[in-house]
């Protein structure tokens, strides 16, 4: 004869207070996504992007890096620049 073996109450209640805090931590992360993307764009906040592009295309045409690199790197700058155009409306200087 088989019993059927349930879980203990105990168990029961660390399961539901790990749910509640993985719960509680996806909420965090939401409204931290949610306060990150609803800041104003300011100028400082474009100039500091503006910035990284140019660094970026600088470490991408760096002759002393491989190939691999080189065009990796240049593809994600390229997908910085996309998103500087989105958030800004416009496209970032040439360096």
């Known amino acids: ?3 059927a073996s349930f879980p203990r109450p105990a168990s ?4 539901h207070t790990v749910m509640l805090a ?3 931590f996806t ?19 474009q100039s500091a992007e503006q910035h990284a592009i140019t660094m970026c295309r600088q470490r991408s045409e760096d002759p ?9 790197h240049g593809q994600a700058c390229q997908e910085m620049e996309k998103q500087y155009r989105l958030k800004f409306g416009q496209a970032p200087e040439a360096s």
């Open 1 to 3: 004869m088989h019993t």
């Open 12 to 15: 029961k209640a660390r399961f």
């Open 27 to 45: 909420i965090a992360m939401t409204a931290a996504l949610v306060y990150v993307v609803s800041r104003p764009q300011t100028p400082q906040v």
């Open 22 to 24: 993985c719960l509680g």
């Open 64 to 72: 002393a890096r491989t190939a691999i690199y080189r065009s990796t």
